[in-house]
């Protein structure tokens, strides 16, 4: 597929980087030649200066035979004209980022007017998974699929858990239908086998039935945890989506921001929340507005070092869950070896939703991970493809794949290597990013994109540490 990017920014260009490694011809547009220069060093795609909106740079026969334009630069306008511009010339498919509040709550009803096929908001959805988060009473990242009967969770693995530490996986003594998917460790993920042995720090990622899961926590000591006082540090456009979400559901919020003049506008919008002009760095203001008595502490500045250390030091102050915002995939490790809760990346959500839309055809779901090498993807087995009637060991699935479970007329099977694949079987599969061309060729999706969108259900990513 030929794919128009608009905007060479870090968003741009992770999705050019992404789509160029599935074999997509790219075209990135943007005005700035050195950050274009970067991209074509990069990747191996086509670039063009100019501005994205531009009809003489759309209707190029560089641009014009795209399939999809995906406009993701800095302005809201700017992205909303170029979808409107490349449908005019035939560009049968358009993607904008659009992330002002009151753009976004009003084409909610009027994007398809515009011209715009999908509208990425990556401030709204980050503030969505918080909000998540914060509503699992689990005190550990439970992601749902399969329409939630297959949770996939992690666990940080300490010192002194007799559960995990220093045993071979054919050891662990589980919950009935719970699998250990993969590992991570040092940043690193591994698809594990009988023999792997877990080690302290490492994180386990399980996936199993939503009850084992919770019997799996209990034999584990992690107790469950209601989340009614939430601190955010941070009034950007992440915080205030957020606090809306969580005022809306009675909790008690308390916004930390310096800029007067956000302060000014958040307590104006936001009536019920308490709203406190300062500095969230300062360890003062932190134990002056109760971080001790605090269930989540939420960090979303703009800076990815601020979040990750005051997150850190929130916790030691005694917040008993803590999210930072982080937006380079290399801080992946340092969340690991901090102790921080959870993560989330905007950009590796926006990525998220543009892969699932281009991948299109029975693509049920996608999480990413927040180490981006790795994704769990749900899917359903069509006709005559070239799993069915197999057993699950002779599958001829790619290596460093693993089926973690098995939807069938609405039952979950938490397989074996003798459980055979059938027609209509829906996966949830673990697996390395660079094997999902070979799994989808697999069940018989290759070919399938953007004609089968309304297929879509969600799209997550998995970023507990």
């Known amino acids: 597929m030929k794919v128009a990017i608009i905007g060479a920014g870090k968003v741009g260009t992770e999705i050019a980087g992404k789509l160029s490694e599935e074999g997509h011809d790219i075209v ?44 993701v630069t800095d302005s809201d306008e700017v992205n909303m004209i170029s979808c409107m511009t490349a449908k005019r010339i035939g560009i049968s498919r358009t993607i904008a980022r659009i992330r002002d509040p009151e753009y976004h709550q009003e084409l909610v009803i009027s994007k398809k007017d515009l011209g715009i096929d999908l509208v990425i908001n990556p401030e709204w959805a980050a503030a969505e998974e ?26 940080t693995v300490d010192e002194n858990s007799t559960t995990f530490a220093r045993k071979r996986l ?38 199993g039935l939503p009850e084992n899961i919770n019997k799996l926590c209990i034999k584990s000591k992690k107790k469950k945890q209601k989340i009614q ?6 009034g950007g456009r992440i915080g205030y989506y957020l606090a809306k979400r969580l005022c809306s559901r009675g909790m008690n919020v308390k916004i930390i921001e310096q800029d007067p003049g956000k302060c000014s506008e958040l307590a104006e919008r936001l009536p019920t929340a308490l709203v406190i002009e300062g500095d969230g760095s300062d360890l003062e203001i932190l134990k002056k507005e109760g971080i001790k008595e605090t269930d989540a502490f939420i960090a979303v500045t703009g800076l990815d070092e601020e979040n990750l250390l005051i997150s850190l030091l929130s916790k030691q102050l005694g917040a008993k869950r803590v999210v930072a915002k982080i937006s380079r995939s290399g801080y992946a490790p340092l969340v690991e070896r901090l102790g921080v809760d959870s993560a989330i990346s905007p950009r590796l959500i926006t990525v998220g939703e543009i892969l699932r839309f281009i991948r299109g055809g029975r693509l049920l779901s996608l999480v990413l991970l927040l180490n981006e090498k790795a994704e769990v993807i749900e899917l359903m087995v069509q006709p005559q493809s070239k799993i069915v009637g197999r057993y699950l060991k002779k599958s001829n699935l790619p290596k460093r794949t693993i089926i973690g479970s098995i939807i069938r007329n609405g039952k979950t099977i938490i397989p074996k290597g003798s459980d055979m694949i059938l027609e209509g079987d829906r996966l949830v599969i673990f697996t390395m990013d660079q094997n999902i061309k070979a799994i989808e060729n ?24």
């Open 28 to 71: 990135v547009i943007d005005h700035k030649e050195a950050q274009l220069q970067k991209i074509e060093e990069k990747f191996d795609c086509l670039t063009i200066k100019g501005k994205g909106p531009s009809s003489s740079i759309l209707k190029s026969p560089t641009v014009a035979d795209s399939q999809l334009l995906v406009s």
């Open 442 to 465: 697999l069940c018989g999706l290759e070919g399938r994109s953007l004609e089968h969108t309304s297929d879509f259900e969600n799209i997550g990513y998995s970023a507990s540490m």
């Open 130 to 155: 918080i909000n998540r988060l914060l509503s699992i009473a689990l005190p550990i990242h439970a992601e749902p699929l399969a329409r939630g009967k297959v949770q996939l969770v992690d666990f």
């Open 229 to 234: 006082k939430v601190m955010i540090l941070g």
């Open 170 to 207: 054919s050891q662990l003594e589980l919950p009935p239908s719970c699998l250990v998917v993969a590992i991570s460790r040092g940043g690193n993920m591994i698809i594990p086998g009988g023999p792997d042995i877990i080690l302290p720090g490492d994180i386990v990622y399980i996936m």
